[in-house]
């Protein structure tokens, strides 16, 4: 697959905004963290999609998490190589 290209955001989640105008850059990173930090029916065009790991803070880190990360990668086309959680961080590699 090929790196997506977006409006970008800053750590606030804002628009980021150089000399007047929208910062457009490669995202995949951005995709997956807004993925990952959505439930489903945040995203109007597929409200299906979302992994609510909010849900999951200070909770298990167990078989449903990791099922609902996998599912709503793959649903936005991204394949998760490597799924584990330690020390309160979650680590992927995804295509």
Not at 54 to 72: H, S, V, W, Y
Not at 75 to 89: P, S
């Amino acid at each position: 697959m090929s790196a997506r290209t977006d409006i970008l955001l800053d750590d606030d989640l804002d628009l980021r905004i150089e000399n007047g105008d929208f910062v457009i850059g490669p995202s995949d990173e951005q995709h997956i963290e807004l993925l990952l930090r959505s439930a489903p029916g945040h995203w109007k065009k597929n409200p299906l999609i979302g992994a609510n790991l909010a849900q999951d803070i200070n909770g298990f880190f167990d078989g449903e998490a990791r099922k609902r990360i996998r599912l709503t990668l793959q649903a936005d086309g991204y394949t998760t190589e490597r799924l584990k959680f330690t020390d309160n961080t979650i680590q992927l590699d995804v295509e």
